[in-house]
């Protein structure tokens, strides 16, 4: 587990479970910020961006002033993990979108909103992880997005026993389709963390 130092994660707070996330990095130790405000990002090692509704979690964004200092903040390669909506929204191309939906458009994945229809619109699944490990992580899956394909700058960390992408990696950026907030394993959250912890070291050196 990750001892106490001064990283310090953001979690976008506008919508969804951002609380659940709160709580799992403060089990890890590191300093979590909600944020609300273009503001609240300074100073931040990292962001989550919860689950909840992307199409709300769009509009505020943009009500809020946050669209573009978050993707100024994404041109310099700071590290974001989006999980359920949040990689809705961070993704650059999004079937199933409103619109007029806003998206960051950073990560070089082809989402699709809401993919598994009505029969299994939320299950739980045991995943093989390879970066995090065994045992398999306990995914929860709420209406949840899939990723269709990634681009060749983003890589697939995990996919479905029958072969679809459930998340992805892209340099900093981290992609879930599952909410690892919802359980007490907290190895997605300590790898971001770690994500964090790297990307900082070497802005120092
Ligand atoms: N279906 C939601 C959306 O499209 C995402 C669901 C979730 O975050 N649990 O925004």
Same mark, same amino acid.
């Given at each position: 587990?990750?001892?106490?130092?001064?990283?310090?994660?953001?979690?976008?707070?506008?919508?969804?479970?951002?609380?659940?996330?709160?709580?799992?990095?403060?089990?890890?130790?590191?300093?979590?910020?909600?944020?609300?405000?273009?503001?609240?990002?300074?100073?931040?090692?990292?962001?989550?961006?919860?689950?909840?509704?992307?199409?709300?979690?769009?509009?505020?964004?943009?009500?809020?002033?946050? +669209?573009? /200092?978050?993707? %100024?903040? =994404? #041109?310099?390669?700071?590290?974001?993990?989006?999980?359920? *909506?949040?990689?809705?929204? @961070?993704?650059?191309?999004?079937?199933?979108?409103?619109?007029?939906?806003?998206?960051?458009?950073?990560?070089?994945?082809?989402?699709?909103?809401?993919?598994?229809?009505?029969?299994?619109?939320?299950?739980?699944?045991?995943?093989?992880?390879?970066?995090?490990?065994?045992?398999?992580?306990?995914?929860?899956?709420?209406?949840?997005?899939?990723?269709?394909? +990634?681009? /060749?700058?983003? %890589?697939? =960390? #995990?996919?479905?026993?029958?072969?679809?992408?459930?998340? *992805?990696?892209?340099?900093? @950026?981290?992609?879930?389709?599952?909410?690892?907030?919802?359980?007490?394993?907290?190895?997605?959250?300590?790898?971001?963390?770690?994500?964090?912890?790297?990307?900082?070291?070497?802005?120092?050196?």
């Amino acid at each position: 587990m990750t001892e106490r130092d001064n990283t310090t994660i953001g979690v976008l707070a506008l919508q969804g479970d951002f609380a659940e996330h709160v709580a799992a990095l403060s089990r890890l130790g590191v300093t979590v910020r909600e944020v609300r405000l273009p503001e609240h990002l300074e100073g931040l090692d990292g962001l989550i961006i919860p689950g909840g509704e992307s199409t709300t979690i769009g509009k505020l964004a943009v009500r809020w002033g946050l +669209v573009v /200092p978050l993707q %100024e903040l =994404l #041109a310099a390669n700071w590290p974001v993990w989006g999980t359920c *909506a949040g990689l809705i929204f @961070l993704a650059r191309d999004v079937v199933g979108a409103l619109p007029d939906q806003v998206f960051l458009e950073a990560m070089d994945i082809r989402v699709r909103r809401n993919a598994f229809g009505r029969q299994r619109e939320s299950f739980e699944i045991d995943l093989d992880l390879p970066v995090i490990g065994q045992p398999p992580f306990h995914a929860v899956f709420i209406r949840a997005p899939l990723i269709e394909a +990634v681009g /060749p700058a983003a %890589e697939v =960390l #995990a996919r479905l026993p029958d072969g679809r992408i459930v998340a *992805a990696r892209q340099e900093h @950026l981290l992609a879930t389709a599952f909410h690892p907030e919802l359980t007490d394993d907290l190895r997605m959250h300590d790898y971001f963390v770690s994500i964090a912890r790297e990307a900082r070291q070497r802005r120092q050196e």
